[in-house]
């Protein structure tokens, strides 16, 4: 999913939240077993909206991306404070160095490699189309001439652009997935254009909204989601190897099965780390 902004808005918006991170509620600090005393406490950021990869829960950051950090740090030997600062600071502070990583269902693509640095996939993601039942959509073409809501700057939005045209006027674009949603159930949308498990997980989360959803892999290419470190970081390199050796001993695929009920493919993924 996401997004790049300007470099002059990532500054001002990385320095506004540098001081809102002190007093920020939302947030865990977590002190693992396996952290050491010469190492630093990591600040980690988040857009804990985007559920299962995280989201609130009563006044808790959880989900998906959340327990995978716990065990890629535990692995690493880091202490770390996780916070809910929104996407478009969390981009500003990562790049401007005031955060140290940042985990949020991020789309390794080229374009953010040109400003980011990424560890190695920890998932494969598509996209999926998330419909009032009745609607005649039965693949991504269908979208044509509909009215469309996506995460403004999002990998989601750029999957309806390149089927709709850039910045097409029946493409809304909101703050969040949820807001997206809600319209959608308003009728003010057609259709949402989102990640597949976020839209699955809304579909099931949701039975009385009377929606469907569905893939379409030839019109949408699947993306792999990584840690996101400013450029030149020396922490990648270290992350990376504790999150291989996280999906090489099992961990990972605990951790998955528990979130979504079925067992990763490890071999794709180690295969796209060493692409």
Not at 131 to 140: K, Y
Not at 146 to 169: C, Y
Not at 232 to 253: P, Q, R, V
């Amino acid at each position: 999913m996401k997004k790049n902004l300007s470099l002059v808005y990532l500054i001002v918006i990385g320095l506004l939240v540098l001081s809102a991170c002190g007093t920020s509620n939302d947030e865990g600090t977590n002190t693992d077993e396996g952290a050491t005393d010469d190492k630093p406490v990591l600040q980690v950021g988040t857009d804990a909206a985007f559920a299962p990869f995280e989201y609130m829960e009563t006044g808790e950051i959880v989900g998906f991306d959340v327990d995978l950090l716990e065990a890629v740090m535990n692995e690493a030997g880091y202490e770390y404070e996780l916070k809910n600062v929104g996407w478009d600071p969390m981009l500003a502070s990562v790049q401007g160095g005031n955060i140290d990583l940042a985990i949020a269902g991020i789309t390794i693509n080229d374009d953010r490699k040109e400003t980011f640095d990424f560890s190695v996939p920890y998932f494969e993601s598509t996209h999926m189309i998330v419909f009032n039942e009745g609607a005649d959509i039965n693949s991504a073409k269908d979208l044509i001439g509909l009215k469309v809501g996506v995460q403004t700057g999002t990998t989601g939005a750029e999957a309806a652009e390149k089927i709709m045209g850039k910045n097409h006027e029946d493409i809304a674009k909101y703050e969040t997935t949820a807001l997206a949603f809600m319209s959608l159930t308003n009728e003010d949308v057609d259709a949402v254009v989102t990640d597949n498990v976020v839209a699955a997980e809304y579909v099931k989360n949701n039975p009385d909204a009377t929606v469907e959803a569905i893939t379409d892999k030839e019109n949408f290419e699947s993306e792999y989601y990584g840690l996101m470190f400013p450029k030149d970081s020396e922490l990648e390199e270290e992350l990376s190897a504790a999150l291989t050796s996280i999906i090489e001993s099992g961990k990972y695929e605990k951790i998955y099965n528990e979130w979504f009920g079925t067992d990763p493919d490890v071999d794709m993924l180690l295969k796209a780390a060493n692409q």
